[in-house]
């Protein structure tokens, strides 16, 4: 079976731009979570989605969201770009909401100039 | 607020040493906590992981033993080897309807021949 899958791999953006990141979870898994990893530190939680409705959120400003499609897949929106996003945009799925295992894709290579 | 705190990096070993990496934890009610993997150019893989006090999880010749008195987690290995370059992150995920996983900063862990 795929693992989890993210696209792009690497984009590149301009302060005040908008992007959209796609996360297509493990086939049968209904829950996503977004998490931002900056360079150098740990990834930090974003949103978790789990059948389509919002089940928890971090502490980021309102330039993000996301959604979840009946397919489980996901989109993750970030709003008026600003330099400080730069990172690595992590996606991780699970079975249910509250299994232990999540699964990592390979994050998306978000650089803002 | 869930916290967690670990050994700063980067760790520079021999083939066959012994590795520690040490992770300490904040956090209320009765967490579940967890190391991940991450290497070059991948996502995140769980490596292990402990659901309550006094488990050890281990994976892969790595342990790791939940010590509430001391709320540690520390992540060792007997005996290294050059795959095991990596960076290493300890995560936790609270108690129950709190499904997001807090990570450390992470240690890079670089094994030479």
């Known amino acids: 079976d795929a693992g989890v899958t993210q696209s792009p791999t690497h984009l590149i953006k301009t302060r005040g731009q908008h992007v959209t990141l796609r996360c297509s979870p493990i086939s049968g898994h209904k829950s996503v979570s977004w998490y931002q990893q900056v360079l150098g530190q740990g990834p930090q939680f974003i949103f978790q989605y789990y059948e389509k409705e919002e089940r928890g959120r971090g502490n980021f400003p309102d330039r993000f969201s996301a959604r979840q499609f009946p397919n489980y897949s996901s989109e993750l929106n970030v709003n008026a770009l600003l330099l400080g996003d730069s990172a690595l945009y992590l996606c991780a799925s699970s079975l249910e909401r509250g299994a232990y295992e999540q699964y990592f894709g390979p994050g998306t290579r978000l650089t803002v100039t | 607020g869930n916290s967690v705190t670990q050994m700063e990096g980067p760790v520079t070993l021999s083939e066959e040493a012994f590795l520690t990496i040490n992770c300490t934890y904040t956090a209320t009610g009765y967490p579940s906590l967890f190391w991940y993997v991450q290497y070059p150019g991948e996502g995140l893989q769980l490596l292990l992981k402990?659901?309550?006090?006094?488990d050890k999880g281990s994976n892969k010749g790595f342990e790791a033993t939940y010590r509430k008195e001391t709320t540690s987690f520390h992540l060792e290995k007997g005996s290294v080897q050059v795959s095991d370059s990596a960076v290493y992150f300890c995560a936790l995920r609270g108690g129950s309807n709190d499904y997001k996983l807090s990570f450390g900063a992470g240690t890079t862990v670089t094994v030479r021949a």
């Open positions: 402990a659901t309550k006090a006094d």
